[in-house]
């Protein structure tokens, strides 16, 4: 098996930073007559980078109080346009896929309404880019890099997110956008559920502090090969994804491909109409006389506390949430999880078609390392937030090789599918944004389906990024031009062409 050059590989593929619970995400557009500020920025900026071999506690569930090594750490993921501002020229970039080159949001035509990307990505309705605080058709549309920032508190954040605007002065042309997330002490989400629990193992990465449980039944079920998440190694297919020619790890420097070790970042902010959740959860608990607790486990196919629904009789250790299940022989029906509840969807692991390993074997070609983390404050039942205390919800990171065959693909064929594991109406609970389909809850006689007024979740912006190795960056710092005078209809011009 190629071994991993982890070393050269940004941490975030194998951390979720859970030490580190204040992040930033900076989003800015280069300065485009500024090739000595970028060169000298991105040369030293390339050293400070946290590296996946660095350790440290791997995922939010794992962050006991001092168990980090680190106080801080810092990654950095560029847009087609941001590589092209860096000197990234044509023949390399048409190397990268026709997703990340389009973009999260192309622009419609005057014949489409919706262009096949959102329709794909369900981004219709409010959730529409005509919408979008960035990243869409109007406001702060373009977007080049994305500076994902981590610190243990709110004081050294701010430090991070200080020292480094000030290091790109010159280099970015105006102040950066600057996202805030944070983790909540008990790793919740804003619908009220523990997140951060089930991600994908890659082969042989380094090993985590912790066991997990049931460390062989985990790893039947969420072992993924490394290319999966990381370009230039053998992926489920045993193929290489995107490799369109040779991406040879050992070339000299300046020709080594600037795709090895790198990986695809989508980043979503996905705003949470907690109370409209909270609304329908109540009133459907009301209509069929059980807990609130009980109809958002069905919605999300977990118990807030992240327990499973799908239970083998065994608890797992205290400090340990039991991701070792699968569904076609314990719950073909989806009587014990909602076949379309949201985690069976986004990975359903053994359950679609016939035979189970088969099936096991193609979800893992569909797996995606998820970084998100809340923003905005905890929604208050009360009401006596106040203004501008509304707006809240997840800045959702994904990471994966194959944007289209992982990420979309999971929104697409699975989230947003009426038809999804043999259902015949309702789509996803949780993270589907269109409000016309009901949802679908199994049980017997008869199943739910109920109607919500509205989407819970509205995306409010979006951009893909490239999150490229530490040498590919370097190799890009010493070829920055001095001057990239690109226009803005020369950015891209190929994607169109
Ligand atoms: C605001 C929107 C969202 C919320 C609140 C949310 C929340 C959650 C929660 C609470 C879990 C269970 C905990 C865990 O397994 O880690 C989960 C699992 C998951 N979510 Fe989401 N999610 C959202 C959007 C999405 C989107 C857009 C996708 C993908 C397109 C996605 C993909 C997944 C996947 C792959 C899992 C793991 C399922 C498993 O392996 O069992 N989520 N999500």
Known sequence: MAKVQWDDVQAIVLRGYGDLPHSAYLLWRFNTESGLAKRQWLATLAERLMRASAGGDDEPGAAHAGRGTTRSAINLALTATGLQQLGVGEPTLNSFSPEFLEGMAPLPSDETRAPRRSSILGDIGESSPQYWDWGGWHEQREIDGLL????????????????????????????????????????????????????????????????????EKQARISQVKPGEFVLGYPNERNERVGDRGAMNGNAPHAKRDIRLNGTYLVFRQLEQDVAAFDDFVSRLAAYLGKTKDWVAARLMGREPDGKPLIQDGTDAPEDCVRNDFLYHYEDRTGLACPIGAHVRRANPRDSLGSDPDTALRLSKMHRIIRRGRPYGKRWDPSGRAGDGEDRRGMLFIALNADIAGQFEMIQHTWINNPHFGGLYTGTDPISHFDDESPITIQRRPTNLHIRRKAPFVKVRGGAYFFLPGIQALRDMAASVPDETLLTASSRLSHVAA
């Open 148 to 215: 994902l920032l981590f610190a243990t508190d709110e004081d050294s954040l701010r430090e991070l997110v200080e020292s480094e605007t000030r290091k790109m002065a010159g280099v970015a042309q105006r102040i950066p956008l600057d996202l805030k997330g944070h983790f909540n002490p008990d790793f919740k989400e804003h619908f009220g559920f523990k997140d951060g629990i089930s991600q994908p193992l890659i082969e042989g990465a380094p090993q985590r502090k912790r066991p997990r449980h049931r460390d």
